[in-house]
């Protein structure tokens, strides 16, 4: 059984702060990751994909991949209000589909 | 990114009535989309992978002919819902798969649609 874990939350954090969100997922071969943020009623949007080992960075967010553990995470620096949302890891075995974890919601207070 | 677009937005429709849904990539071909429906506070549900040209592949406890999909064309996906049922009523929502590179896929979701069956 292919699974992605997160924490469910909510994880609170200030305005400002670093809000770390975390991801470990089961199956090695996984190839592609990625980070999607859903506002309530909305569709999931792409924030951030990744692809190899270490860090990657666009704009607040940065993707950090280790393989070796399975594990990726997301952070955001400066959060703020707005960055309130559920925040949904990602992972794709084998170009078959993406497995979707249950999601973190974060809540960012002024 | 990728845009892909999805009508209706909303829909009401009576019991025992048939509704299509379409899911669109704009700028750029999809050999492969997505179905998905989710309820409130609610995990994503896969539904269906829909292949242009093929038949679809349904998950497991889907039902293939209460759910039926068409992938057309390269640039669209349609999915019908057969004779709804209040129980049908959900937030459905396609995504397309994107190649943006050697072994790099990635999915964008459309809007969604919200089915209301009364």
């Known amino acids: 059984q292919k699974e992605v874990e997160q924490n469910s939350g909510p994880l609170s954090v200030p305005e400002g702060a670093i809000a770390s969100l975390n991801c470990t997922y089961s199956?090695?071969?996984?190839?592609?990751f990625f980070w999607y943020r859903q506002y309530s009623g909305k569709s999931p949007e792409l924030i951030m994909s990744?692809?190899?080992?270490g860090d990657k960075e666009d704009g607040r967010f940065t993707a950090q991949l280790n393989k070796a553990s399975q594990y990726v995470s997301l952070l955001i620096r400066d959060s703020q209000p707005s960055d309130s949302a559920t925040y949904l890891c990602?992972?794709?075995?084998?170009?078959?589909?993406?497995?979707f974890g249950t999601g973190t919601r974060l809540q960012v207070f002024p | 990114g990728a845009v892909v677009s999805q009508h209706p937005s909303r829909v009401i429709c009576k019991s025992g009535t048939s509704v299509k849904i379409e899911c669109r990539s704009l700028?750029?071909?999809?050999?492969?989309m997505f179905w998905y429906r989710q309820f409130p506070k609610k995990s994503l549900m896969l539904m269906a992978t829909?292949?242009?040209?093929?038949?679809?592949?349904?998950e497991q406890g889907v039902e293939k002919d209460k759910f039926l999909i068409n992938h057309a064309s390269l640039t669209l996906s349609t999915l019908t819902v057969t004779s709804a049922h209040p129980e049908d009523s959900s937030f459905y929502i396609c995504?397309?798969?994107?190649?943006?590179?050697?072994?790099?896929?990635?999915?964008?979701f459309g809007p969604g649609t919200r089915l209301l069956v009364l």
């Open positions: 700028d750029f071909q999809a050999t492969t």
């Open positions: 990744i692809y190899s080992n």
């Open positions: 990602a992972v794709f075995y084998n170009t078959d589909k993406l497995i």
């Open positions: 199956d090695r071969v996984s190839q592609s």
């Open positions: 829909s292949n242009e040209g093929s038949k679809a592949t349904y």
């Open positions: 995504s397309a798969r994107d190649w943006e590179g050697h072994y790099q896929e990635t999915q964008y």
